[in-house]
């Protein structure tokens, strides 16, 4: 298993001893390397204390337990605040002198610049003129501070970092692959812990308080691995998306890899590592999984029926849920099979009937009719079967997760369906009229929050647009662009006013119901109120949505409790299962 070396063991004891005990260890022999008898020792030690159910052992129990004393204070101020990665381990010069950054060097220090840590980037004295502008320049790029560290002047190097990233009782990382043992012992006597990333095919030095890699991409799970084994008692969030969704909500400060307000602590997972190692360090898998969709193939029947591939990596993922039943995930992966098939969320929200009371205004999903071609003589006729009028707008049966999910088309004419360009099957929907204002609701766990945003033109306003084209449909990619209106809401993020036409409670009732019914944690859906009737109507839902419409210092407080509460309710119905 990559990084867990003998040497990591150690660590964690060393540290532990000195906490407890109130003493510093110092290495054993004039090179300050530690025996393998001395190592043993240690170890045999903290088994000997932490497997005693004696006095100490229970003294031990009770002043770890409650979130608020004395103890569980310390081991949280003992977690990682600070990471400082040396120029060798960064950057790489060939043999025309032309300097870059390592393998995987990129994807850390853009992770890192998020990550809410202390970070910055070390170089020597002896670095070139070349090689220190380029170091310099990526601390720049990357929001980290740049140190000069040199064994000749470790204390004032050590004491100027200080300054910069204070002094908050948190451990601090040094990342190396430049053995300097004068160097990792100044920095151990300084309470700082040395990662050394190992050469390909190298030896592995042995040093005191030293951990090991064999690449960057190591890193941030050494770092989860090293903050569990300190137990500050924080809740550790794996996720999987794309690279630009993660930035997305990285940049939001969704992500942080130290503390949150309510015990959690997140770190990527990535498909380049054994996935099984890294699952094994957090306590919560939070995915995207339409990501990673390669193909979906729905059914001939009329039920919902697919057959939906995945990368590769995110099929290793599916197999350690299948494998591992009490993993947390979030959501179950047959979850948000619903919100990839249009047919089906129509029919689910034909259930919002259930909700609406005389003297209310009405909530549901749009009229709709499912086609397997459209140059099927008796379209017409099922259109009117169906409530449908025209205009009308056609989408892909799939939802989201391949390319062409999203190309769209608003259709004014029944003759127009022929050789019309949108996916098959497809799902013609009711094109409502609703004063292009569209209302996007966010579900974060039992939070509803919503902003209102600019949407497509009323019909006649579309039509007149389109009279000018011979009435040839609107063909557009939602993703992409939108047949707008010309009034500018967009960006405008608001609640709702008093004389605003949206009922509020009743779509907050929907959004329960929802969340029921899916059984999601955190999902999203669009609400447009049709002229005249003011009829509610949801017209799109989807899973783990951005939510930036949402204001971060009330969202991300709302995301992290929404997982924070969905693992504390798995867990209780894991329990209650266990115990019946």
Request: charged share 25%; proline share 4%.
């Amino acid at each position: 298993m990559p990084g867990l070396h003998l040497g990591f063991y150690i660590v964690m004891v060393q540290i532990w001893l000195e906490n407890m005990f109130c003493i510093k260890l110092l290495p054993i022999g004039g090179n300050h390397v530690w025996s393998e008898n001395s190592k043993l020792w240690i170890f045999i030690l903290f088994l000997v204390v932490v497997d005693d159910q004696g006095e100490y052992a229970q003294r031990l129990l009770t002043l770890n337990s409650g979130a608020n004393n004395r103890q569980s204070k310390e081991n949280r101020m003992a977690a990682v605040r600070g990471v400082l990665l040396d120029e060798y381990v960064l950057v790489r010069e060939d043999g025309n002198g032309n300097i870059s950054l390592q393998s995987g060097a990129e994807g850390l220090l853009r992770r890192l610049q998020y990550s809410k840590l202390r970070t910055g980037i070390s170089y020597g004295k002896g670095v070139s003129d070349q090689k220190g502008t380029f170091v310099k320049k990526m601390a720049t790029l990357y929001s980290m501070d740049c140190f000069l560290l040199d064994v000749s002047c470790v204390d004032d190097s050590l004491n100027e970092i200080l300054l910069a990233w204070g002094d908050d009782g948190g451990s601090f990382l040094y990342v190396t692959c430049s053995k300097d043992d004068d160097l990792f012992l100044k920095l151990s006597n300084h309470g700082w812990v040395t990662v050394f990333k190992c050469p390909e095919g190298g030896a592995v030095p042995e040093n005191l308080r030293m951990m090991f890699i064999n690449k960057l991409e190591e890193l941030l799970i050494s770092l989860c691995r090293f903050n569990k084994a300190i137990g500050d008692g924080a809740l550790t969030i794996g996720y999987v998306m794309k690279p630009s969704r993660e930035e997305d909500f990285a940049k939001r400060g969704a992500f942080p890899m130290c503390h949150t307000q309510n015990g959690l602590r997140f770190v990527p997972l990535t498909f380049d590592l054994p996935l099984a190692s890294q699952l094994q360090e957090v306590d919560v898998v939070l995915h995207k999984a339409t990501d990673e969709i390669v193909t979906i193939e729905l059914g001939s029947s009329s039920e919902f029926s697919y057959k939906v591939c995945y990368s590769k990596g995110m099929q290793e993922l599916e197999r350690y849920f299948q494998d591992h039943p009490d993993c947390c995930v979030i959501d179950p992966l047959n979850n948000i099979y619903p919100v990839l098939d249009r047919l089906k969320i129509q029919k689910i929200l034909l259930g919002l009937e259930d909700l609406n009371t005389e003297g209310r205004c009405k909530i549901r999903g749009p009229h709709f009719l499912k086609v397997d071609h459209f140059n099927d003589h008796s379209l017409a006729e099922q259109l009117s079967e169906a409530k449908l009028c025209l205009p009308c707008i056609a989408k892909p049966q799939v939802a989201c997760g391949v390319t062409d999910a999203h190309s769209m088309a608003i259709v004014f004419r029944a003759e127009d369906f022929r050789n019309l360009s949108v996916p098959l099957p497809a799902i013609i929907q009711e094109y409502v009229d609703h004063s292009s204002v569209l209302f996007k609701f966010y579900v974060l766990g039992n939070k509803v929050f919503h902003a209102v945003k600019i949407s497509t033109p009323n019909s006649d306003v579309l039509l007149s647009s389109s009279e000018k084209n011979g009435l040839k449909p609107i063909v557009f990619d939602s993703l992409k662009s939108l047949p707008t209106a010309k009034k500018d809401l967009s960006g405008e993020t608001i609640q709702s006013k008093d004389d605003s036409p949206l009922d509020i409670e009743l779509v907050k009732d929907a959004a329960n119901w929802l969340k029921r019914t899916l059984d999601l944690t955190i999902f999203g859906f669009d609400v447009v109120i049709q002229e005249g009737s003011r009829d509610h109507v949801i017209v799109d839902i989807n899973y783990l949505p951005s939510f930036k419409e949402v204001p971060n210092d009330v969202a991300i407080p709302a995301f992290w409790d929404a997982i924070r509460n969905s693992y504390e309710s798995r867990k209780a119905k894991l329990e209650s299962a266990c115990s019946s």
